[in-house]
């Protein structure tokens, strides 16, 4: 059975390694989220570094999730004192508990202070789509996506809860995400 893929990307607006409170508060959230959506039904995986790895996010080993890469629309610092990005890359098993898990909890908190930490974009800040049950996407694969997102709006190859595909690429929808279809008769 196909997995969904996420793939997410923000630019901070201040670097990683800033000692302000501000990034010490994304930080510390940020490794509470991880904890509670790791538990959440639906959940399978994510991207992270091989263990004990550090440095910035494009000097780590990434395993089988491939080097690290970022869309082109990234113009910020690439090393360790510079690197002013949050991306991650995850597997689901569907859209409805990807939903729940975003939408609630911790990371709701979160989305709700996103403007204090992250730059206001243009661009898409994530993107779906589905993978076969025996592919890990990469992040070259996660950032090709969000690139044909910004550049195509949703299509089976990219898409978001409020434009979804079903893995077969039909249109889909999930009760209670996506835009309200017009009811007929």
Do not use: C
Not at 39 to 47: D, E, F, I, T, V
Not at 173 to 179: D, E, K, S, T
């Amino acid at each position: 059975m196909p997995r969904l893929a996420l793939y997410t990307f923000g630019v901070l607006k201040s670097p990683l390694a800033d000692p302000a409170p501000l990034i010490r508060e994304f930080y510390d959230l940020g490794e509470a989220v991880y904890r509670e959506i790791s538990r959440h039904p639906g959940y399978l995986a994510h991207a992270e570094p091989a263990e004990g790895d550090r440095g910035s996010h494009f000097d780590l080993d990434w395993g089988a999730w491939g080097e690290f890469a970022v869309p082109a629309w990234y113009g910020k610092g690439r090393t360790a004192d510079t690197t002013a990005l949050a991306a991650t890359l995850s597997l689901w098993t569907g859209l409805r508990p990807a939903f729940e898990a975003i939408y609630t909890g911790l990371h709701r908190t979160a989305l709700n202070r996103r403007h204090d930490w992250f730059e206001r974009a243009e661009h898409p800040s994530y993107v779906f789509w589905w993978a076969s049950d025996d592919a890990i996407p990469t992040w070259q694969d996660a950032v090709s996506r969000l690139e044909h997102l910004r550049d195509h709006d949703a299509t089976p190859h990219a898409f978001t809860f409020h434009h979804s595909f079903a893995p077969d690429g039909t249109p889909t929808r999930v009760q209670g995400i996506g835009p309200k279809r017009e009811r007929v008769g």
